[in-house]
């Protein structure tokens, strides 16, 4: 092997297995969330794609069922990517078709489909048809994916939301599926390995990326070390801004904003985010989830008739799923177990 292509070699393989060891990260780490499964689930069937047309561009007598692995891990790459999008804003309990369900459909399918009609016995029909449908299926849920997302990137361009680790990732891990899916797209008029290749340099782009986010994080905050704000600054602070979110109860407003709040008590939104983690030792979302639900307590207690949903819309959450999974971090149990034992009205004051 040439040194071109022993550095191609090299290069293309990269991507792979650090996606591989990234999946396995995101297997393990706490909180095992659903979102990080679909993740860790999406960057296997892509490493595993990736090394198929790896080990089949160098050796092309590679085995049928290494290819037939590859490329059924591909008819995954897709369906995975939707999952963890509409995980990540909050909207996969809304789904017409439950995802267990959707994801084991697609399982069956594809393992039927490499039982009845192995790679090896049936070269064509992969290479010709089923490569075609695989590829399309990807795009398919590609689309899907990009109208999951246009809220977030929507609030992104109007600055209701800032940049931050998730929503870059999220973003990021979208742009890059569909760069690689448009890598495999075009290799005809260009080089199969190029599909590899471009999997590689976006694994670096997005772990540059977020090295990038998390220095800057790092900077922000060793800043705001050095501007501690003073306690009887801070304690006026607070109590303007408790009787801001009693009185005008922002916290209903499922869109506002850190920005917004800041105008309320005439400061800036780094201001107020120093002022939250330093003197509150919370987030801003944090901050704004516990006032909705105390609200929601109440609502739970008092109105007995009255739906989770309406609920979860009246206290400010933009789902009923992000209601559920909100609820059950801060207290502990669920909306409906709080409901049926608790019987104490909780006032939505912090």
């Known amino acids: 092997m040439v040194i071109g292509d022993l550095i191609l070699l090299m290069f293309s393989g990269l991507g792979a297995l650090n996606g591989i060891l990234l999946s396995v990260y995101f297997f393990t780490i706490k909180p095992k969330t659903l979102a990080n499964k679909f993740l860790a689930a999406l960057l296997l069937m892509v490493s595993i794609r990736i090394l198929k047309s790896v080990l089949y561009y ?9 290819l037939q692995i590859g490329l059924s891990a591909c008819f995954l790459i897709g369906p995975f990517l939707y999952l963890y999008c509409i995980s990540k804003v909050g909207d996969i309990e809304k789904q017409w078709v439950k995802w267990p369900l959707h994801l084991s459909a697609l399982v069956i399918l594809i393992t039927v489909v490499g039982i009845a009609y192995p790679y090896q016995n049936n070269t064509e029909l992969w290479g010709n048809v089923l490569y075609k449908v695989i590829n399309y299926v990807w795009l398919l849920y590609l689309v899907m994916s990009a109208a999951v997302l246009i809220p977030v990137i929507k609030k992104l361009n109007l600055k209701q939301l800032s940049f931050t680790d998730d929503n870059t990732w999220l973003i990021s891990v979208f742009l890059g599926n569909a760069v690689i899916w448009l890598a495999y797209f075009t290799a005809s008029y ?7 290749l471009s999997f590689s340099f976006v694994f670096i782009v997005m772990l540059l990326s977020l090295i990038k986010s998390r220095e800057s994080q790092n900077k922000q905050h060793i800043k705001y070390e050095n501007k501690k704000i003073i306690d009887s600054e801070a ?9 801001v ?5 922002l916290y209903k407003d499922a869109n506002i904003t850190m920005p917004q709040l800041a105008k ?3 400061i800036s939104a780094s201001y107020l985010s120093q002022l939250l983690n330093d003197n509150c030792q919370k987030s801003f ?3 704004i989830n516990e006032y909705r639900i105390e609200a929601a307590k109440l609502l739970l207690v008092e109105e007995k008739k009255l739906s989770m949903e309406a609920i979860a819309e009246q206290c400010g959450f933009n789902s009923q799923s992000t209601f ?12 409906a177990a709080f ?4 019987k104490l009205i909780i006032s939505p004051k912090l």
């Open 58 to 66: 160098f050796n092309d007598q590679v085995a049928g069922t290494i």
């Open 190 to 196: 260009t080089s199969y390995i190029v599909g590899a």
């Open 235 to 243: 304690d006026s602070l607070i109590e303007q801004l408790t009787r």
């Open 245 to 249: 979110m009693q009185e005008k109860e």
């Open 264 to 266: 309320c008590i005439g």
């Open 285 to 287: 979302s944090l901050y």
């Open 324 to 335: 559920y999974s909100t609820f059950k971090k801060i207290v502990a149990a669920t909306p």
């Open 339 to 342: 409901r049926k034992e608790n």
